[in-house]
């Protein structure tokens, strides 16, 4: 009697709804899957111990493409099917779109992977957060780890055009501006997906730059570095969190040696890293991608959140977003009045022996 | 003196090396049928193309005289100014507009005739709407006139080989011009069909006052309804006269006519 | 040689021939005659496949070639020149004629009959590289014909070729119709608006109306016959 | 004996996917672990997928409307005969009544996401009619219609951001530059021919991106251009299912109105000079049209929709940034056209309706959604290759010059 | 931190000597970086060229823009790392690897390249000309998300195959042997094609077949044999295409087709579509004009300058810098 009443009940708790935008096709899509991937690892696991104070969670997947106009469908199509908090999206520019959305509606959003720094710093999206560092807070640092640490005189800002890279290539030349003893020496945008960046890197050469600090993703930053170490240009190369993945040590191979990337402190030895890690291995049978572990530490963000405040409710959410830490592969996180993490650390890391090394 | 309607001097046109037209004089008169005859690359087509704007000539001087106005030069004019100032042809290789209906066919014809703009045609204003009413009804008298009122509403395309000539032939005379150029109108049709066009050709004249320049092939066609005969052959102008005098020429019958007509 | 069996060849839903039979000898030149839209064209174009009869049989040799493809019929040494010229625009007139020996193999053969052709209409051989599209009308008739001539068929189908043609011409054309069927013994399948001439060069011919044959017979009785005048001649 | 024919035939079909699909399918390396997966699953699965879609494959390939054999020279006639059924006015009026009232409802009955995602389709129906202007009417291709669709769209976002002018105002405003840009490009390509006036207009629309993108100080660059209101009513204050509901209201009319134009001036004076460029370019200079005029009424009318499209969209979406304006825009644009029919407007509404509708419906399907929505317009184009519909002609009746309508 | 070798040292080494050393020494340090800027654009013209190849192939014979090909091509290059990958395991050398990763590449994409065709163009013959376009489309949709689909959304490194050639080295800084090995396959491939097309039966067959169907069936073509066969052989090259550039370049994901068959079409197009050296002229032109943006004015606008130089060209040249305006005969 007892027992199966207890079952009817757990039987009848209508599941949370996660929402989980972003590109899960087309060009960017390496950017939005592995959010997807992270989302459910995370989910399948607290559904296996019990769901939310007895709550099953559900997966809402929806893909925006990157392009604003898909992202307000997937938001409204999120809202209409009744997601109590969304993880996403990716790219800053859908994320802008999106947000009004979701703000009218009433409900919390975390993206892993939208830097732009608007989105948290202007005050316009309460419901907002996210795992990952604004542009300006990983410019600031490369900027001063450039100047102080390498010394460096003459910078040229690479970036790939993109909402990401652009962003945070602008606000390194405004911090190179305001500093003294270093001047921009060149400042232009690669065609992402180009064949060959060897006009570029000649031309980082012919302007006498004695260090690139690059904003982009990957893909480019390993063909720029390869181009300018076959030319036997071999000056520091700094970049962003874009970059500081698996990857990019991959494919660059050993022409990665020696660069310089910005991303959260050292998580690799976090445990709760390793375990992320080795789940995905085990479900997906590879290594996760880019903003995994950024999307993995939303996803137990909201999950603690909701399960702290003991509701879906917005409001509740919010406050245990801000009040209650959680522990996630980016260490112990809660979030501050802007939306932004409190608790992520930046560090600078660099290529050695084929690994990413803590440097600063 | 009849009024001259057409007047080209030492018309000269190269493509590359190849010199297809070489100094060739004509002229067309008011009221004439002059027809233009040749071999077989002689240059005659090219002719036309560059009298109608389709090639710029490299050299020589074309002028058309609207009857009651002043001659206009029209070296290096487009093709719809030449057309606007009332020459108008058919092509060797029919050129109809295949998915229109004949109708419409000929109502384009009437387009350099017609004024109304976008908006109008938005708007549908009482201009527009008569103008458009004028249109048809001057298209569908003009395909009576030709016999081909039946096919109106049929596309262009899937007319008998004949009446797609006469259309062609409908679709010029809709922009109202003066002098009407037909290049090998009775191509591909059996002497019976010959004859009918030899009688419309005729009517085209005397009823609607359109001088005809042409280039035939049928000598029984062109002997019959001509007034005058200019020959080319390589690119010149080898003899020009009455069809009599031309039936005799030696060397137009060495050239081109051969043994059996003049038999 | 060719045997067309109540053939009946349709356009979409419209049908274009209506049940024709005709048979063709080994070294004849037959003549098919009508008015403009009475279906020779399309009775041409369903024997080589072009558009393929929806009933009917049609033999060639003895062969069956209604379910054939195109190339395969024109494989078996059949060769038509078609309505409309169709040169190739964008190849040289010499290409133009080495297209139309495509088949064939003997290279030696190919530019003996090379050498032929130019040398039947001096103007090609002028003409030699420039390119087809840009021939003046009766230029690329010719040169139609001439690629046919290339094909060396056994059958050679030819529609309209005196169209657009300067009258010395026409009878050299037809001079050349004469010779190589008493010279080489190909078999010859005239359409032609030119009724008169037709008639007089052919062994046989037919009539055609609206998309069936109306008269069959001698080519001498067929230009005796009075309606045949009336209609055709233009007498 | 035909089913074993059939069974066969199937057969070499399995065995020829399973080999093409072998090392894309069978065969995941990850050279970054340097690990091989072999997926045999999978081959089992190509096997016995492609082994039934080739039954109904060749079924549908035997039942669909053949491609008319073309003879030489001349076309095929065109037989029409279920148009008949639905130019009875009875049946026509009372399927137009329907669509009235089913389409004053929808907001009503549906979720706000139906709302959004019908306002979207209706934004592309009138992005569809305008490229058919161009495309289907004067048969130019175009392949940067995007690019005036970002112009529209930057202008209301611009001249919002910087003189606070509102939508009603930009609407006009952002056509008109529209129009403008096309008269511009228009001018030194419309000599161009077939193709390569399609790459031209592909690199247009390729240039006004990449300006947009590089060009921070004008157009705010990738980031984008956020918070751009959405169309206000004087005076009222909207929620923001209000005004998404006023928004769908607002396409509704537009569309109406573009349908009411582009049916105009189709059947005008200048339509049939378009279609008449298009169908014989040589032939209609020498009927006396200028062919340049001509063309560029075509490429501005047809750019003057894109814009107003564009403005509604940036109205929609509030938030604009270049990447709404690629390449594949102008290729799904291209794409609502010429499976809606060249030229025809029920036929373009239609398509427009599917191809826009369709990718938001295949959500279900998350992760195959695009590769369904690839794999669709492929099998439309081999069933359907004129199109939904195919045009028509206006035909007119000559007792006392009554005209009789006949909309395609 | 190593310094690099900076030019400026050689002028600061230069001011010691005498004025006109050093204005020897800048025309020589331009010199170089012109050159070196035109060596990288050659190189990334000839990556265009080989994918231009195939684009303009099909559309010689079919007049379509084959948007596909790109992922063709693309679908060359994940076939040969997989193929590597394998081989790689059984542990072969470097050049076995490479020629049978490019063997397997070029079936592959030949056999996709000709069902494609079967399946997605070969039913639209008869159709209005615009209707393979959008099948072409479709069909480039579907195998970008079926690569994604069955193998992964991420760049992927992919193995340098290309073999260094020792007695390079010195110049290594100008040029390496990749790419002069990817220079010189396109010119090879050039040189192969336009003779297949201009000088052989095959090839005239192929010109017939595009410019009058119908005909060509007449005088014995099997059009449907020849339009498989363009198809294969442009697929062929794209998989060429595909293992090179993907090793000089290093990696691969699946959308690596789309934007490089935009600027291999471009290319076409600006050389003469249905041209081909026409393909490859064009595509050096292009690259070159991308380099030489890039190293002189503004590297953000490079493409903005490449479609410019398209439209200034086809103002100029309307059917493309070696394309014959075929003047219509009227
Ligand atoms: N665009 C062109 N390029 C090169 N040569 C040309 C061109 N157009 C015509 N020709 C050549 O110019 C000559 C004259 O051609 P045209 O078409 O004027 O002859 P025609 O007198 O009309 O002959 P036909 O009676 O056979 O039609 C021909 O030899 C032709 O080959
Ligand atoms: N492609 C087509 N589509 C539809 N109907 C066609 C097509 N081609 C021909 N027809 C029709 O088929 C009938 C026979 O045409 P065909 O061309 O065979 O006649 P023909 O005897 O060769 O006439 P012509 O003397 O004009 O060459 C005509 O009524 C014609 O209108
Ligand atoms: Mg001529
Ligand atoms: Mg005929």
């Given at each position: 009697?007892?027992?199966?009443?207890?079952?009817?009940?757990?039987?009848?708790?209508?599941?949370?709804?996660?929402?989980v935008?972003g590109?899960?096709?087309?060009?960017?899509?390496?950017?939005?899957i592995?959010?997807?991937?992270?989302?459910?690892?995370?989910?399948?696991?607290?559904?296996?111990?019990?769901?939310?104070?007895?709550?099953?969670?559900?997966?809402?997947v929806?893909?925006?493409?990157?392009?604003?106009?898909?992202?307000?469908?997937?938001?409204?199509?999120?809202?209409?099917?009744?997601?109590?908090?969304v993880?996403?999206?990716?790219?800053?520019?859908?994320?802008?779109?999106?947000?009004?959305?979701?703000?009218?509606?009433?409900?919390?959003?975390?993206?892993?992977?939208?830097?732009?720094?608007?989105?948290?710093?202007?005050?316009?999206?309460?419901?907002?957060?996210?795992?990952?560092?604004?542009?300006d807070?990983?410019?600031?640092?490369?900027?001063?780890?450039?100047?102080n640490?390498?010394?460096?005189?003459?910078?040229?800002?690479?970036?790939?055009?993109?909402d990401?890279?652009?962003?945070?290539?602008?606000?390194?030349?405004?911090?190179?501006?305001?500093?003294?003893?270093?001047?921009?020496?060149?400042?232009?945008?690669?065609?992402?997906?180009?064949?060959?960046?060897?006009?570029?890197?000649?031309?980082?050469?012919?302007?006498?730059?004695?260090?690139?600090?690059?904003?982009?993703?990957?893909?480019?930053?390993?063909?720029?570095?390869?181009?300018m170490?076959?030319?036997?240009?071999?000056?520091?190369?700094?970049?962003?969190?874009?970059?500081?993945?698996?990857?990019?040590i991959?494919?660059?191979?050993?022409?990665?040696?020696?660069?310089y990337?910005?991303?959260p402190?050292?998580?690799?030895?976090?445990?709760?890293?390793?375990?992320?890690?080795?789940?995905?291995?085990?479900?997906?049978?590879e290594?996760?991608?880019?903003?995994?572990?950024?999307?993995y530490?939303?996803?137990?963000?909201?999950?603690?959140?909701?399960?702290?405040?003991?509701?879906?409710?917005?409001d509740?959410?919010?406050?245990?977003?801000?009040?209650?830490?959680?522990?996630t592969?980016?260490?112990?996180?809660k979030?501050?009045?802007?939306?932004?993490?409190?608790?992520?650390?930046?560090?600078?890391?660099?290529?050695?022996?084929?690994?990413?090394?803590?440097?600063? | 003196?009849?009024?001259?309607?057409?007047?080209?001097?030492?018309?000269?046109?190269?493509?590359?090396?190849l010199?297809?037209?070489?100094?060739?004089?004509?002229?067309?008169?008011?009221?004439?049928?002059?027809?233009?005859?040749g071999p077989?690359?002689?240059?005659?087509?090219?002719?036309f193309?560059?009298?109608?704007?389709?090639y710029?000539?490299?050299?020589?001087?074309?002028?058309?005289?609207?009857?009651?106005?002043?001659?206009?030069?029209?070296?290096?004019?487009?093709?719809?100014?030449?057309?606007q100032?009332g020459?108008?042809?058919?092509?060797?290789?029919?050129?109809?507009?295949?998915?229109?209906?004949?109708?419409e066919?000929?109502?384009?014809?009437?387009?350099?005739?017609?004024?109304?703009?976008?908006?109008?045609?938005?708007?549908?204003?009482?201009?527009?709407?008569?103008e458009?009413?004028?249109?048809?009804?001057?298209?569908?008298?003009?395909?009576?006139?030709?016999?081909?009122?039946?096919?109106?509403?049929?596309?262009?395309?899937?007319?008998?080989?004949?009446?797609?000539?006469?259309?062609?032939?409908a679709?010029?005379?809709?922009?109202?011009?003066?002098?009407?150029?037909?290049?090998?109108?009775?191509?591909?049709?059996?002497?019976?069909?010959t004859?009918?066009?030899?009688?419309?050709?005729?009517?085209?004249?005397?009823?609607?006052?359109?001088?005809?320049?042409?280039?035939e092939?049928?000598?029984?066609?062109?002997?019959?309804?001509?007034?005058?005969?200019?020959?080319?052959?390589?690119?010149?102008?080898?003899?020009?006269?009455?069809?009599?005098?031309?039936?005799?020429?030696?060397?137009?019958?060495?050239?081109?006519?051969?043994?059996?007509?003049?038999? | 040689?060719?045997?067309?069996?109540?053939?009946?060849?349709?356009?979409?839903?419209?049908?274009?021939?209506?049940g024709?039979?005709?048979?063709?000898?080994?070294g004849?030149?037959?003549?098919?005659?009508?008015?403009?839209?009475?279906?020779?064209?399309?009775?041409?174009?369903?024997?080589?496949?072009?558009?393929?009869?929806?009933?009917?049989?049609?033999?060639?040799?003895g062969?069956?070639?209604?379910?054939?493809?195109?190339?395969?019929?024109?494989?078996?040494?059949?060769?038509?020149?078609?309505?409309?010229?169709?040169?190739?625009?964008?190849?040289?007139?010499k290409e133009?004629?080495?297209?139309?020996?495509?088949?064939?193999?003997?290279?030696?053969?190919?530019?003996?009959d090379?050498?032929?052709?130019?040398?039947?209409?001096?103007?090609l051989?002028?003409?030699?590289?420039?390119?087809g599209g840009?021939l003046?009308?009766?230029?690329?008739?010719?040169?139609?014909?001439?690629?046919a001539?290339?094909?060396?068929?056994?059958?050679?189908?030819?529609?309209?070729p005196?169209l657009?043609?300067?009258?010395?011409?026409?009878?050299?054309?037809?001079?050349?119709?004469?010779?190589?069927?008493?010279?080489?013994?190909t078999?010859?399948?005239?359409?032609?608006?030119?009724?008169?001439?037709?008639?007089?060069?052919?062994?046989?011919?037919?009539?055609?109306?609206?998309?069936?044959?109306?008269l069959?017979?001698?080519?001498?009785?067929?230009?005796?016959?009075?309606?045949?005048?009336k209609?055709?001649?233009?007498? | 004996?035909h089913?074993?024919?059939?069974?066969?035939?199937?057969?070499?079909?399995?065995?020829?996917?399973?080999?093409?699909?072998?090392?894309?399918?069978?065969?995941?390396?990850?050279?970054?672990?340097?690990?091989?997966?072999?997926?045999?699953?999978?081959?089992?699965?190509?096997?016995?997928?492609?082994?039934?879609?080739?039954?109904?494959w060749?079924?549908?390939?035997?039942?669909?409307?053949a491609?008319?054999?073309?003879?030489?020279?001349?076309?095929?006639?065109?037989?029409?005969?279920?148009?008949?059924?639905?130019?009875?006015?009875?049946?026509?009026?009372?399927?137009?009544a329907?669509?009235?009232?089913?389409?004053?409802?929808?907001?009503?009955?549906?979720?706000?996401?139906?709302?959004?995602?019908?306002?979207?389709?209706?934004?592309?129906?009138?992005?569809?009619?305008?490229?058919?202007?161009v495309?289907?009417?004067?048969?130019?291709?175009d392949?940067?219609?995007?690019?005036?669709?970002?112009?529209?769209?930057?202008?209301?976002?611009?001249?919002?951001?910087?003189y606070?002018?509102?939508?009603?105002?930009?609407?006009?405003?952002?056509?008109?530059?529209?129009a403008?840009?096309?008269?511009?490009?228009?001018?030194p390509?419309?000599?161009?021919?077939?193709?390569y006036?399609?790459?031209?207009?592909l690199?247009?629309?390729e240039?006004?991106?990449l300006?947009?993108?590089?060009?921070?100080?004008?157009?705010?660059?990738?980031?984008?251009?956020?918070?751009?209101?959405?169309?206000p009513?004087?005076?009222?204050?909207?929620?923001?299912?209000?005004?998404?509901?006023?928004l769908?209201?607002l396409?509704?009319?537009?569309?109406?109105?573009?349908?009411?134009?582009?049916?105009?001036?189709?059947?005008?004076?200048?339509?049939?000079?378009?279609?008449?460029?298009?169908?014989?370019?040589?032939?209609c200079?020498a009927?006396?049209?200028?062919?340049?005029?001509?063309k560029?009424?075509?490429?501005?009318?047809?750019?003057?929709?894109?814009?107003?499209a564009?403005?509604?969209?940036?109205?929609?979406?509030?938030?604009?940034?270049?990447?709404?304006?690629?390449?594949?825009?102008?290729?799904?644009?291209?794409?609502?056209?010429?499976?809606?029919?060249?030229?025809?407007?029920?036929?373009?509404?239609?398509?427009?309706l599917?191809?826009?509708?369709?990718?938001?419906?295949?959500?279900?399907?998350?992760?195959?959604?695009?590769?369904?929505?690839?794999?669709?317009l492929?099998?439309?184009?081999?069933?359907?290759p004129?199109?939904?519909?195919?045009t028509?002609?206006q035909?007119?009746?000559?007792?006392?010059?009554?005209?009789?309508?006949?909309?395609? | 931190?190593?310094?690099?070798?900076?030019?400026?040292?050689?002028?600061?080494?230069?001011?010691?000597?005498?004025?006109t050393?050093?204005?020897?020494?800048?025309?020589?340090?331009l010199?170089?970086y012109?050159?070196?800027?035109?060596?990288?654009?050659?190189?990334?013209?000839?990556?265009?060229?080989?994918?231009?190849?195939?684009?303009?192939m099909?559309?010689?014979?079919?007049e379509?823009?084959?948007?596909?090909?790109?992922?063709?091509?693309m679908?060359?290059?994940?076939?040969a790392?997989?193929?590597?990958?394998?081989?790689?395991?059984?542990g072969?050398?470097?050049?076995?690897?490479?020629?049978?990763?490019?063997?397997l590449?070029?079936?592959?994409?030949s056999?996709?390249?000709?069902?494609?065709?079967?399946?997605?163009?070969?039913?639209?013959?008869?159709?209005?000309?615009?209707?393979p376009l959008?099948?072409?489309?479709?069909?480039?949709?579907?195998?970008?998300?079926?690569?994604l689909?069955?193998?992964?959304?991420?760049?992927?490194?992919?193995?340098?195959?290309?073999?260094?050639?020792e007695?390079?080295?010195?110049?290594?800084?100008?040029?390496?042997?990749?790419?002069?090995?990817?220079?010189?396959?396109?010119?090879?491939?050039?040189?192969?094609l336009?003779?297949?097309?201009?000088?052989?039966?095959?090839?005239?067959a192929?010109?017939?077949?595009?410019?009058?169907?119908?005909?060509?069936?007449l005088?014995?073509?099997?059009?449907?044999?020849?339009?498989?066969?363009?198809?294969?052989?442009?697929?062929?090259?794209?998989?060429?295409?595909?293992v090179?550039?993907?090793?000089?370049?290093?990696?691969?994901n699946?959308?690596?087709?789309?934007i490089?068959?935009?600027?291999?079409?471009?290319?076409?197009?600006?050389?003469?579509?249905?041209?081909?050296?026409?393909?490859?002229?064009?595509?050096?032109?292009?690259?070159?004009?991308?380099?030489?943006?890039?190293?002189?004015v503004?590297?953000?606008?490079?493409?903005?300058?490449?479609?410019?130089?398209?439209?200034?060209?086809l103002?100029?040249?309307?059917?493309?810098?070696?394309?014959?305006?075929?003047?219509?005969?009227?």
């Open positions: 009697g007892k027992k199966e009443e207890k079952k009817a009940a757990k039987a009848v708790a209508p599941p949370i709804k996660i929402g935008a590109a899960h096709s087309g060009d960017l899509a390496s950017y939005g592995p959010t997807v991937k992270a989302t459910e690892l995370v989910v399948k696991k607290k559904n296996a111990a019990g769901g939310i104070n007895g709550r099953q969670i559900e997966v809402l929806q893909d925006d493409a990157c392009k604003p106009e898909f992202a307000t469908n997937a938001a409204t199509k999120l809202i209409d099917d009744g997601a109590n908090v993880i996403g999206h990716i790219c800053s520019g859908a994320t802008k779109a999106a947000l009004s959305i979701y703000k009218d509606g009433k409900i919390v959003t975390m993206s892993p992977s939208a830097t732009n720094p608007p989105l948290t710093q202007s005050g316009d999206y309460p419901n907002f957060f996210r795992t990952i560092a604004s542009d807070a990983q410019a600031r640092m490369e900027v001063d780890f450039a100047l640490t390498l010394k460096l005189k003459k910078i040229a800002i690479i970036h790939d055009k993109g990401y890279g652009k962003g945070l290539a602008e606000f390194a030349r405004e911090f190179l501006g305001q500093e003294k003893g270093a001047e921009v020496v060149l400042f232009e945008g690669v065609t992402p997906g180009g064949l060959d960046y060897s006009a570029i890197v000649k031309k980082i050469q012919e302007n006498g730059a004695d260090g690139v600090i690059f904003g982009g993703y990957h893909p480019e930053a390993s063909k720029i570095v390869t181009a170490k076959k030319k036997d240009i071999n000056i520091p190369f700094i970049s962003d969190d874009g970059v500081k993945d698996e990857t990019f991959k494919v660059a191979g050993e022409y990665a040696e020696g660069v990337a910005t991303g402190k050292d998580t690799s030895k976090n445990p709760l890293t390793i375990q992320a890690i080795e789940e995905h291995k085990k479900a997906y049978n290594d996760p991608g880019a903003f995994f572990l950024n999307a530490s939303a996803a137990l963000a909201l999950v603690n959140a909701i399960e702290k405040s003991g509701s879906t409710d917005y509740k959410i919010v406050a245990a977003l801000r009040t209650e830490p959680v522990d592969p980016l260490g112990s996180i979030f501050d009045a802007k939306g932004d993490a409190i608790g992520v650390g930046f560090s600078v890391y660099q290529v050695q022996n084929g690994a990413y090394v803590e440097v600063q | 003196m009849m009024e001259r309607l057409l007047d080209v001097k030492s018309l000269t046109m190269d493509f590359g090396g010199r297809a037209v070489d100094q060739v004089n004509l002229d067309v008169c008011q009221g004439e049928i002059v027809a233009l005859i077989n690359g002689a240059g005659k087509t090219t002719f193309n560059c009298i109608t704007g389709i710029a000539p490299s050299d020589g001087e074309i002028s058309v005289i609207p009857p009651g106005k002043k001659p206009i030069r029209i070296n290096g004019f487009k093709p719809h100014k030449i057309t100032a020459m108008a042809r058919t092509f060797q290789n029919i050129r109809l507009f295949p998915n229109m209906t004949v109708l066919n000929v109502m384009l014809g009437r387009h350099c005739r017609t004024t109304s703009k976008i908006l109008g045609a938005i708007l549908r204003g009482s201009h527009t709407r008569r458009e009413e004028e249109t048809v009804d001057f298209s569908y008298h003009l395909l009576e006139k030709m016999g081909l009122e039946k096919y109106a509403n049929e596309f262009a395309k899937n007319l008998p080989y004949g009446a797609q000539r006469r259309l062609e032939i679709r010029a005379m809709a922009t109202e011009p003066f002098l009407l150029l037909l290049d090998e109108p009775a191509a591909g049709m059996n002497p019976q069909e004859k009918e066009l030899d009688d419309l050709i005729t009517k085209i004249k005397n009823e609607e006052g359109i001088s005809i320049l042409l280039i092939h049928d000598m029984k066609l062109v002997m019959n309804i001509s007034d005058r005969i200019f020959v080319m052959e390589y690119g010149r102008e080898i003899a020009k006269g009455t069809p009599l005098e031309i039936r005799e020429n030696p060397k137009v019958i060495e050239a081109y006519l051969g043994e059996e007509v003049h038999a | 040689m060719l045997k067309v069996n109540n053939i009946q060849t349709y356009y979409g839903n419209i049908q274009a021939l209506k024709i039979t005709l048979d063709i000898g080994e004849e030149i037959i003549t098919l005659i009508g008015a403009n839209g009475a279906g020779k064209t399309t009775t041409l174009m369903s024997i080589c496949g072009v558009v393929p009869p929806k009933q009917g049989e049609i033999f060639f040799r062969t069956p070639i209604h379910n054939m493809t195109t190339e395969k019929i024109v494989a078996l040494g059949i060769c038509q020149v078609p309505e409309g010229r169709h040169i190739f625009p964008g190849l040289t007139v133009n004629l080495e297209m139309g020996a495509y088949l064939r193999t003997d290279h030696h053969g190919i530019k003996t090379l050498e032929y052709v130019l040398d039947l209409f001096p103007i051989a002028q003409r030699r590289h420039q390119q840009t003046s009308g009766g230029e690329q008739q010719m040169l139609a014909i001439s690629r001539l290339m094909a060396k068929p056994r059958l050679l189908l030819l529609d309209e005196s657009g043609l300067a009258p010395l011409i026409i009878q050299q054309i037809f001079e050349i119709i004469r010779k190589i069927n008493s010279e080489q013994k078999t010859i399948f005239l359409v032609e608006q030119n009724a008169n001439l037709a008639l007089k060069v052919a062994h046989r011919g037919y009539v055609m109306e609206n998309g069936t044959i109306t069959a017979d001698s080519a001498a009785n067929l230009l005796d016959n009075e309606d045949v005048k209609a055709y001649l233009g007498l | 004996m089913i074993f024919e059939e069974i066969k035939k199937s057969t070499i079909t399995a065995v020829w996917f399973v080999f093409l699909t072998f090392p894309i399918m069978v065969i995941r390396v990850n050279t970054i672990h340097k690990t091989i997966e072999w997926r045999w699953d999978n081959m089992i699965m190509v096997a016995v997928g492609s082994f039934a879609l080739s039954f109904v060749r079924y549908f390939m035997e039942h669909r409307q491609p008319k054999p073309e003879a030489m020279g001349r076309g095929v006639p065109w037989i029409q005969n279920a148009r008949q059924a639905i130019k009875h006015p009875v049946f026509f009026y009372s399927a137009i329907l669509l009235t009232v089913f389409a004053v409802i929808f907001p009503f009955i549906f979720s706000r996401y139906q709302v959004n995602i019908m306002t979207t389709a209706l934004i592309y129906v009138m992005l569809g009619l305008g490229l058919n202007i495309v289907g009417l004067a048969g130019l291709l392949l940067g219609y995007v690019a005036f669709y970002a112009v529209g769209a930057y202008s209301y976002a611009l001249l919002h951001l910087h606070g002018l509102n939508f009603w105002i930009c609407l006009p405003l952002g056509a008109g530059l529209a403008l840009f096309g008269i511009i490009l228009g001018f390509v419309l000599r161009l021919r077939g193709d006036l399609a790459i031209v207009t690199g247009f629309g240039i006004i991106r300006v947009l993108e590089n060009w921070n100080e004008f157009s705010k660059g990738p980031s984008g251009i956020a918070e751009i209101p959405r169309p009513i004087p005076g009222v204050e909207l929620s923001l299912s209000e005004s998404s509901v006023f769908y209201f396409v509704i009319i537009l569309t109406l109105f573009t349908v009411f134009v582009v049916n105009r001036l189709r059947n005008s004076r200048i339509g049939r000079a378009w279609i008449a460029l298009r169908e014989d370019e040589i032939a200079q009927m006396g049209v200028n062919k340049t005029a001509t560029l009424t075509a490429f501005a009318l047809g750019a003057t929709w894109a814009g107003m564009g403005v509604i969209f940036a109205a929609k979406t509030t938030f604009i940034n270049p990447a709404s304006f690629t390449f594949l825009e102008s290729a799904i644009i291209l794409s609502i056209v010429v499976l809606g029919g060249m030229g025809s407007i029920v036929g373009v509404i239609a398509s427009a599917i191809l826009i509708l369709l990718p938001e419906y295949l959500r279900a399907f998350s992760e195959y959604r695009m590769l369904l929505f690839g794999a669709v492929v099998i439309m184009m081999v069933f359907r004129q199109g939904l519909v195919s028509v002609r035909t007119y009746q000559f007792k006392g010059l009554k005209k009789d309508k006949e909309v395609g | 931190m190593t310094s690099s070798f900076f030019a400026e040292k050689e002028i600061y080494n230069g001011l010691l000597l005498s004025r050393i050093i204005l020897q020494e800048l025309i020589n340090f010199m170089d012109f050159l070196e800027l035109l060596l990288g654009g050659l190189t990334k013209g000839s990556i265009y060229a080989l994918i231009a190849l195939g684009y303009t099909v559309y010689g014979i079919i379509l823009i084959n948007f596909a090909h790109g992922e063709i091509y679908i060359g290059a994940f076939t790392l997989i193929a590597a990958s394998i081989l790689n395991m059984l072969l050398g470097q050049i076995t690897i490479l020629i049978l990763a490019s063997i590449a070029i079936i592959y994409s056999a996709y390249g000709f069902t494609m065709e079967k399946i997605a163009y070969k039913p639209l013959r008869h159709s209005p000309r615009l209707s959008i099948s072409a489309i479709g069909m480039s949709i579907f195998f970008q998300n079926y690569v689909l069955a193998q992964t959304s991420d760049f992927l490194p992919f193995p340098s195959l290309l073999p260094e050639f007695f390079l080295q010195p110049y290594r800084h100008i040029i390496r042997s990749p790419e002069i090995f990817i220079l010189f396959t396109t010119v090879v491939v050039m040189v192969l336009t003779v297949l097309i201009k000088f052989t039966k095959v090839g005239k192929m010109r017939a077949t595009a410019q009058d169907r119908k005909m060509a069936m005088v014995g073509v099997d059009v449907n044999k020849i339009i498989s066969m363009t198809f294969v052989i442009g697929s062929s090259t794209a998989a060429i295409g595909g090179l550039i993907a090793s000089f370049i290093g990696q691969i699946f959308y690596i087709g789309f490089a068959g935009i600027k291999a079409f471009t290319a076409a197009v600006l050389g003469g579509i249905g041209s081909i050296p026409g393909a490859v002229v064009g595509s050096l032109i292009l690259g070159c004009t991308e380099s030489f943006a890039t190293g002189y503004l590297s953000d606008y490079e493409d903005v300058f490449a479609f410019g130089l398209l439209v200034l060209i103002i100029f040249r309307p059917a493309g810098i070696l394309g014959k305006s075929s003047s219509e005969k009227v």
